[in-house]
């Protein structure tokens, strides 16, 4: 039997019905499916189209099954980021309840809202700067160390979890740590050679007679710096305090830039904002 030989006109025309059958194919696979109304339903949730693997894609690029699945599929990518940046936190050792509640799942730097600061829009903008610059230090390659400085509770940890959970592979280190020698060593020899670290509250250690843990902390701060490893340090110390606490050879090289970056991350205390903030609103709903 001859094989059917197909003039120009004939494959111009079945090339034309293919393409209004796999036109067809989409719309009715992706939008008249009459099934279920929405991703959430009990119908979708036990739909075979949407849940096995196999049937996600059919081939000849038609798209997806089930109308669903993009939006599947975008819930799934952000779960399994928000699981990643939580393992990132809590593998470093960030205990920190607040910041494993609102930083994994967040995408964008999280702000104290205008509202906590009543008139003073000033302050609310020196108090975004801290997360915000946190966030540009990740891509700033060139900076090395990074030190947030200011009062209590104007988000300096808070900043530094959140460059955490974006960069990972680090280690949180309270600088109090240095005081608890069986602990220390434990994690000194990370602490020294971990791509990331952040360490929390310098400043807050004992300083003794022998000047131990201020030397280690300055030790370990000058150390990476030199290597070439990513430090942020939250203090309660101005740059000033620091140079002069812990001695001549940091100091020299707090001056360097862009290898160090400092930040004045001023005085408003976000949570008694916040607190301030609620009351005003318990006030106002109490007196209507």
Known sequence: MRPLKLNAEDLKYFHKRAEQAKLKMIHIRQNDCPRCDNAECDIANACTSRLDADTVEHGFNDGPMCRHAPVEARKAAEADLTKTRLDRLRNAGMTDAECLRIIPPAREVPRPPRAWFAENQQEAEQAEQAAYMADRWIAADQCKLFVLYGGVGVGKSFAAAWALAGIGNGLWLSARTVDNLEAWKEIQHRAHSVPLLVVDDLGTERQSESQWGTEQLASLLTG??????????????????????????????????????????????????RRGYERRITNFREAR
Do not use: F, H
């Not at 990513?230 to 000033?240: E, F, K, M, P, Y």
């Open 224 to 273: 990476r710096l030199d290597a070439g490893l990513r430090t942020i340090v939250t203090t309660n110390l101005d740059g000033a305090s620091v140079a002069k606490r812990y001695g001549d050879r940091l100091r020299s090289r707090l001056n360097l830039r862009p290898q160090v970056g400092l930040l004045d991350c001023g005085k408003a205390d976000l949570r008694a904002l």
